[in-house]
């Protein structure tokens, strides 16, 4: 293959992306049905994952680091992109949009540098601790409410900090 053809093939992966992006970001925004503030706790079924604190919370969800404590490699998973818990969570944590960060997770993901957290079908908590305790050094989020009482909550997220 010609190497135009592959610059062009680049383009058409990433403008296609971003169209999804932003598409999925619309829908999001229409299907929003209030604007309840939640609070939210970064957890893990795992008792030996460490709390974390605001700043190592931000890293892992940006990608820049996939391992507490130097060696422990943990695994993220993320929310439905419809998700209403999802936007609030990126923004309270980040301070960015759904379509920011997965704009941002395609540029990683472009650059060979990272990959976006897998993509639960649901967010009913019985999804996210099946998938949790499926995966031992894995990290999710969800409303604190919701969270049941045997989780290791590695640090909250609470409106407003």
């Given at each position: 293959m010609n190497k135009d053809f592959l610059d062009k093939q680049v383009v058409m992966t990433f403008l296609f992306g971003m169209f999804i992006t932003l598409f999925s970001s619309y829908v999001n925004a229409e299907s929003r049905s209030d604007n309840k503030e939640v609070e939210f706790a970064v957890f893990s079924m795992n008792n030996d994952i460490p709390a974390l604190s605001k700043s190592k919370a931000r890293m892992i969800y940006k990608g820049k680091t996939k391992k507490i404590n130097g060696s422990l490699k943990i695994i993220l998973v993320d929310l439905p992109v419809n998700s209403i818990h999802r936007e609030?969570?990126?923004?309270?944590?980040?301070?960015?949009?759904?379509?920011?960060?997965?704009?941002?997770?395609?540029?990683?993901?472009?650059?060979?540098?990272?990959?976006?957290?897998?993509?639960?079908?649901?967010?009913?908590?019985?999804?996210?601790?099946?998938?949790?305790?499926?995966?031992?050094?894995?990290?999710?989020?969800?409303?604190?409410?919701s969270v049941p009482e045997n989780a290791n909550i590695l640090i909250t997220i609470l409106q407003g900090e």
């Open positions: 609030e969570f990126y923004s309270m944590l980040l301070g960015k949009s759904i379509s920011q960060m997965n704009g941002y997770w395609a540029s990683l993901s472009f650059s060979g540098k990272g990959k976006a957290p897998e993509e639960l079908n649901s967010d009913d908590i019985k999804n996210i601790i099946e998938w949790l305790n499926n995966n031992p050094n894995g990290i999710a989020y969800a409303p604190i409410e």
